[in-house]
Each structure stands twice: as structure tokens, then as C-alpha cells.
């Protein structure tokens, strides 16, 4: 930070980064996309692991929402891709005309493919490394994510479609929460500063237990290597497909599309104005 820099940015300058780090993210290479993708899936597993470290040794629930966010925090402050805050970032610069349509569903597909690599990958490190290779069943650790697992996906299937429409729900109250983490990483311009503005909606949307779908993808195949009476299917249909919904419609139109519209967005009188001849514009003035 320069001297004399002030370390706060006004809610308009944090729109503004957002919408040229999002013109960034849609021009990235389907490699990128999916090492940066894998990354942050497994530095997010990292978290909820460590969530489920602190749970198994009787400490509250609270205190998991209070270190989940360094997961967060890592991931972006590395650059790296996560699906549920592009889902936010890449609509708000679709309707700003900095990308296309095929751009922003290009890049949501292949991070939602990487995130979902990478968790799963570190759910069957972890896996293997709390049971020693299935030698035990994990003991405290096990027990927590074969509990977790069951109430994501059989609390919700018991109440068919009721249940259905929960998990979506809660994906939208995730996500609210997530999508102002991710905006609020623009709001500093210390290290420091983005971690702690990050840190305040992340441990928010933790402690109320609402449904983040690339945490999904590590606690629950978690949960099923080490034993949980569930199947892929019942996943996909009872939890992954209706978090991931919610959390699609909090990112894109309660944070990314309200914050362009309001810090953003250009009357029509003024676009016409940019887009006229400068002499023109000069002599209206004059």
C-alpha cells in the first residue's frame, strides 16, 4: 500500500474491482479454471475438516464458524476459483456488457467441475488418513461426518418435496452471506483488511448451518467413504442439485446483480452521453 493510500474502498470502487476481476475470471483457460477450481476445493475441504476437528473434541459449534472462514480467506487471497462466488461476480459483469453469456456459464461449469475434483479428492485423503487406510472407522471424526452426511440428504428426503425446497433455502441464505464475503475481499486494500471484512459474513452463514454446495462436495462424499448409508444419487437430488440452485440465485441477484444495479449501473441519459461524439457532449455543456 502506497503512503498516504487509504486502506478502505467505497462500496463503489469495490463494484467496480469486482466487475474487472470478473472480466479476468471469464478469460481464463479451461486449465486454469479447473487447477484453480481443484485448489480452492481443497483448501475449502481443509476448513470443514477442521470444523469437524474441533466439533469431535466436544468444543461448540460456534467456535467451527469462527475458524471456518481460513479456508475462505486462503483461497481468495491465492486467486483461486470458487464456483459459489463467481456465481455472483460473473452475472453483475454479463449485465455491465464486459462478458457473454457463454463466457459466464463457460467459467461457472468447469470451477463447479474443479471445486468438485478437489473436494472429493481431499474427502478420500482425509478418509484414508483418519481411518489408516480403513483399517478403523475413524472414531470421533468418522462419527461426525457420518452424521453429517445422513442429515444433509435423508433429514431433507424425509420430507420429500418440503425437504427439497429447505436445502434450496438455505443454499439462498448461504450464499447471500458468501457473495458479500467474496465482494468484501475488494474492500480493503491490506491483507489484513480483506481478511478480516471476509472473515464476518463467512462465520455468519457458518454458525446459522445454511447449505454451501463445494462444502457439500467434501462433507458428504466424506461422510460416504467412511460409511454413511446414503448413495450418489440420493446426494445429487436431495442436496447438491437444490443448494446449488440457492446458492445461484443468492449470488447473481442479491449480491452481484443488487450491487450493480445500485453502485454500478448507468441511467440510459448517461450512456447515451459516453457513447456521443465529444464535441457534442462539449457543446451541450457549453
Known amino acids: 500500500m502506497r503512503k498516504g493510500q487509504m486502506d478502505y474502498v467505497s462500496p463503489a470502487e469495490v463494484v467496480?474491482?469486482?466487475?474487472?476481476?470478473?472480466?479476468?475470471?471469464?478469460?481464463?483457460?479451461?486449465?486454469?479454471?479447473?487447477?484453480?477450481?481443484?485448489?480452492?476445493?481443497?483448501?475449502?475441504?481443509?476448513?470443514?475438516?477442521?470444523?469437524?476437528?474441533?466439533?469431535?473434541?466436544?468444543?461448540p459449534p460456534i467456535v467451527g464458524a469462527l475458524i471456518f472462514p481460513v479456508g475462505f480467506a486462503m483461497l481468495v487471497l491465492l486467486g483461486l476459483e470458487l464456483a459459489t462466488g463467481n456465481f455472483a461476480l460473473l452475472p453483475a459483469a454479463r449485465l455491465d456488457g464486459r462478458i457473454s453469456?457463454?463466457?459466464?456459464?463457460?467459467?461457472?461449469?468447469?470451477?463447479?467441475?474443479g471445486n468438485l475434483l478437489g473436494s472429493a479428492f481431499y474427502a478420500l485423503l482425509f478418509y484414508i488418513a483418519i481411518t489408516n487406510?480403513?483399517?478403523?472407522?475413524?472414531?470421533?471424526?468418522g462419527d461426525?461426518?457420518?452424521?453429517?452426511?445422513?442429515k444433509k440428504?435423508?433429514?431433507?428426503?424425509?420430507?420429500?418435496a418440503g425437504g427439497w425446497g429447505t436445502a434450496f433455502i438455505k443454499g439462498i441464505l448461504c450464499n447471500w452471506m458468501v457473495t458479500v464475503g467474496t465482494m468484501l475481499a475488494f474492500a480493503s486494500r491490506s491483507t489484513a483488511g480483506k481478511i478480516l471484512a471476509m472473515w464476518l459474513p463467512i462465520t455468519t452463514f457458518f454458525a446459522h448451518g445454511y447449505e454451501h454446495s463445494i462444502v457439500n462436495m467434501f462433507a458428504i462424499p466424506a461422510g460416504m467413504f467412511l460409511g454413511a448409508p446414503v448413495s450418489t444419487a440420493q446426494w445429487w437430488?436431495?442436496?447438491?442439485?437444490?443448494?446449488?440452485?440457492g446458492n445461484i440465485v443468492a449470488g447473481a441477484l442479491f449480491t452481484g446483480i443488487a450491487l450493480w444495479l445500485?453502485?454500478?449501473?448507468?441511467?440510459?441519459q448517461a450512456v447515451r452521453e459516453s457513447e456521443a461524439p465529444a464535441d457534442a457532449v462539449l457543446a451541450k455543456a457549453g
Open 16 to 59: 467496480s474491482d469486482a466487475l474487472r476481476a470478473a472480466e479476468k475470471k471469464a478469460g481464463l483457460s479451461v486449465r486454469d479454471l479447473l487447477i484453480r477450481g481443484s485448489l480452492a476445493g481443497v483448501l475449502l475441504g481443509y476448513a470443514t475438516s477442521l470444523v469437524f476437528v474441533a466439533l469431535s473434541q466436544g468444543l
Open 101 to 113: 453469456s457463454g463466457a459466464m456459464l463457460r467459467n461457472w461449469a468447469w470451477v463447479y467441475v
Open 133 to 141: 487406510f480403513g483399517a478403523n472407522n475413524g472414531g470421533a471424526l
Open 144 to 150: 461426525q461426518l457420518r452424521q453429517i452426511a445422513q
Open 153 to 160: 440428504i435423508l433429514a431433507y428426503a424425509a420430507l420429500g
Open 237 to 245: 437430488l436431495w442436496n447438491q442439485v437444490p443448494v446449488t440452485l
Open 262 to 268: 445500485t453502485y454500478a449501473r448507468r441511467p440510459a
